[in-house]
């Protein structure tokens, strides 16, 4: 039997459904714009569009999935203002490495000249540099082209977000079917360079790991766990890390480190060998002096981010994709026998009082979620706090932005709850947090999405204060929140909502939050 040929005329639309099938998209999410529209002409029945109210939480929702599925999304914004909307998640998309093929629509190529209404100038340059690659096609056929080279762009090590400007009147122009291709993505150490770390990790006395959220992306849980067990080797996660990567209950688990280059040193004093495994080297948030790491301490570095290798300011890196990396170690490494580390101090139990602690609704929230479930988090107040009382066991259970930048986790929940419909989805947003991307709670409901939004109110925007000491300032102003009524903004866009005022009330509001299985709820918590 012989194959049937591809059609060798079509149209960009076609080209480009043709393309997102064969790299298994097949969902759009979007707020559209009428230089937008005619992409849609005949939408197929195979595609859904996810509506999202404004133009952040589209990349934000998409950047979930892409993570959760371990492929490229799809956005549509609309020209030069949808864009501007949404740079603040394309920045977070980029330093999450998180694939992204983020199209705009342009005005028609017979008007450009003009500077017509709702058209972008300068389009390609607008969101650099935080997207890997960015193009407005020379000619409409070029239009498929374009998009199967920003797939693999965007899939290629380290992933990230790309964009594409397409006229509004390419869409119904003639283009060629675009081949199919494999492009092979894991990247594998130089054997030579991988030596180095070996014989100086077997040669170790006090050997100790970092990890990194490359660790989780590359789905390499197991191979960290027993490298460290092989090596009886403390890990500690590495500061501001997105995922978690080890898990937080184990012996050898050493906590978090602080950005911060004189809590580094100190939380690595005694240790000969320093194995950074999926981070940079190191993400700092405030200024420091002296050594990055203890004195007379070696440092090596295993990365699939050659940029990240370029400025890591001490050590010797090796660029690798974290899974092979540790393949190969622990197939070439003959540790010998250490003695195992003490383990960590036990946490204090945190009693029940009002108003009640960060401390005790992580408490709260590690007794009641299911063990599987998967929280996504945007409380900078309340990160250590979770750190200390929310622990992590297992891989793909831990979500947050590398960037810092807020308005991002509400978003991305719903994307991870599109992309995951076996386990429940916690989302633990700072009320601060809430208010850059409430917008979202329409589209949870819209897709009746079974979430728990626990919104974190301390009625103020805690972190900003905490830095009070930090620049000597008796007052820091902006920063007050009050009279902000999130149930009642929950119940207008379609979600149910519970205020929680009480500590004796928090356990039974998140038990009867997990049994409601047909949209999203809402829990509104006080916090000190």
């Known amino acids: 039997?012989?194959?049937?040929?591809?059609?060798?005329?079509?149209?960009?639309?076609?080209?480009?459904?043709?393309?997102?099938?064969?790299?298994?998209?097949?969902?759009?999410?979007?707020?559209?714009?009428?230089?937008?529209?005619?992409?849609?002409?005949?939408?197929?029945?195979?595609?859904?569009?996810?509506?999202?109210?404004?133009?952040?939480?589209?990349?934000?929702?998409?950047?979930?999935?892409?993570?959760?599925?371990?492929?490229?999304?799809?956005?549509?914004?609309?020209?030069?203002?949808?864009?501007?909307?949404?740079?603040?998640?394309?920045?977070?998309?980029?330093?999450?490495?998180?694939?992204?093929?983020?199209?705009?629509?342009?005005?028609?190529?017979?008007?450009?000249?003009?500077?017509?209404?709702?058209?972008?100038?300068?389009?390609?340059e607008f969101p650099?540099?935080?997207?890997?690659?960015?193009?407005?096609?020379?000619?409409?056929?070029?239009?498929?082209?374009?998009?199967?080279?920003?797939?693999?762009?965007?899939?290629?090590?380290?992933?990230?977000?790309v964009f594409l400007s397409i006229p509004v009147d390419d869409w119904d122009e003639i283009a060629a079917p675009v081949a199919e291709r494999q492009v092979s993505r894991a990247?594998?150490?130089?054997?030579?360079?991988?030596?180095?770390?070996?014989?100086?990790?077997?040669?170790?006395e006090h050997p100790v790991f970092i990890a990194g959220a490359e660790v989780d992306r590359d789905q390499a849980w197991d191979e960290i766990i027993a490298l460290a067990e092989r090596h009886q080797a403390r890990v500690w996660m590495s500061p501001h890390a997105a995922r978690a990567s080890f898990p937080q209950n184990h012996r050898?688990?050493?906590?978090?480190?602080?950005?911060?280059?004189?809590?580094?040193?100190?939380?690595?004093?005694?240790?000969?060998?320093?194995?950074?495994?999926?981070?940079?080297?190191?993400?700092?948030?405030?200024?420091?002096?002296?050594?990055?790491?203890?004195?007379?301490?070696?440092?090596?570095?295993?990365?699939?981010?050659?940029?990240?290798?370029?400025?890591?300011?001490?050590?010797?890196?090796?660029?690798?994709?974290?899974?092979?990396?540790?393949?190969?170690?622990?197939?070439?490494?003959?540790?010998?026998?250490?003695?195992?580390?003490?383990?960590?101090a036990e946490r204090p139990v945190v009693p029940a009082k009002d108003p009640m602690s960060a401390e005790f609704v992580m408490q709260t929230l590690a007794a009641e979620r299911p063990a599987d479930s998967i929280v996504v988090e945007e409380a900078p107040t309340a990160r250590q706090p979770m750190q200390a009382y929310l622990p992590f066991d297992r891989p793909d259970t831990f979500y947050t932005m590398a960037s810092g930048g807020l308005g991002f986790s509400l978003g991305a929940a719903i994307g991870i709850a599109l992309a995951e419909s076996e386990k429940r989805i916690i989302a633990l947003i700072g009320d601060g947090s809430a208010m850059y991307g409430i917008q979202g709670l329409w589209s949870a409901a819209q897709n009746r999405l079974p979430i728990i939004f626990v919104i974190l109110n301390n009625r103020r925007y805690a972190a900003l204060e905490e830095f009070k000491d930090h620049f000597k300032m008796d007052l820091v102003v902006g920063t007050q929140l009050p009279d902000i009524d999130f149930v009642a903004i929950a119940k207008g866009q379609?979600?149910?909502?519970?205020?929680?005022?009480?500590?004796?009330?928090?356990?039974?509001a998140i038990r009867e939050a997990l049994k409601h299985q047909q949209g999203p709820t809402l829990l509104d918590v006080a916090i000190v």
Request: net charge positive; no cysteine.
């Open 187 to 204: 990247l594998r150490a130089d054997p030579e360079a991988l030596s180095r770390v070996v014989e100086a990790l077997d040669r170790a």
């Open 252 to 344: 050898l688990f050493a906590g978090f480190l602080p950005p911060a280059r004189d809590g580094i040193r100190s939380a690595l004093a005694g240790h000969d060998v320093i194995l950074v495994i999926g981070a940079p080297v190191f993400t700092y948030h405030v200024e420091g002096e002296g050594p990055h790491v203890p004195e007379h301490a070696t440092l090596f570095h295993l990365t699939e981010d050659p940029v990240a290798a370029s400025w890591s300011p001490v050590g010797d890196t090796v660029v690798a994709s974290a899974g092979w990396a540790l393949r190969d170690i622990l197939e070439r490494s003959r540790a010998p026998k250490r003695q195992a580390p003490a383990p960590r």
């Open 128 to 161: 650099k540099p935080y997207v890997k690659w960015a193009n407005e096609p020379a000619r409409a056929a070029d239009v498929p082209q374009a998009l199967a080279r920003a797939y693999h762009v965007a899939m290629q090590p380290p992933r990230g977000p």
């Open 1 to 124: 039997m012989t194959d049937v040929p591809k059609r060798q005329n079509i149209t960009v639309r076609e080209g480009v459904i043709q393309l997102l099938r064969s790299f298994g998209i097949d969902t759009i999410f979007g707020n559209p714009g009428s230089t937008e529209l005619p992409m849609f002409r005949a939408f197929p029945n195979d595609f859904r569009y996810i509506l999202g109210l404004q133009e952040s939480v589209v990349v934000a929702m998409a950047d979930g999935y892409a993570q959760r599925k371990r492929n490229a999304a799809f956005v549509n914004l609309h020209s030069a203002a949808g864009v501007g909307h949404a740079l603040g998640n394309i920045f977070t998309a980029f330093r999450n490495a998180t694939p992204l093929i983020v199209t705009a629509g342009q005005q028609a190529r017979s008007i450009l000249p003009f500077e017509p209404f709702l058209f972008a100038q300068q389009a390609v």
């Open 494 to 508: 379609g979600v149910p909502g519970r205020r929680v005022d009480h500590a004796s009330d928090l356990a039974p």
